[in-house]
């Protein structure tokens, strides 16, 4: 992302009251265990490493955890 990084905008979205309570999937290339726990601790239900994952997989998690 150009201008902030995901836990930077998944901090800002929990501060919005829609945004306290909406399910978050972190798709990131970051996979230090710090970064992963400061993740989780701010309600992402998923954490996934992009290097990890194709998209389709990626694609089918989302419908996995939205249905």
Known sequence: ?????GITMLKELRE???GK???VLLLNTLSRNE???EA???G???YLI???WKI???VKRVKEKLS
Do not use: G, Q, Y
């Not at 992302?1 to 990084?5: A, G, L, S």
């Open 56 to 58: 389709e997989e990626v």
């Open 16 to 18: 919005d009251r829609w």
């Open 44 to 46: 992402t239900f998923e």
């Open 35 to 37: 970064k992963i726990a």
């Open 21 to 23: 309570n909406a399910k």
């Open 50 to 52: 992009k290097t990890d």
């Open 40 to 42: 989780m601790s701010l």
């Open 1 to 5: 992302m150009p201008k902030m990084d």
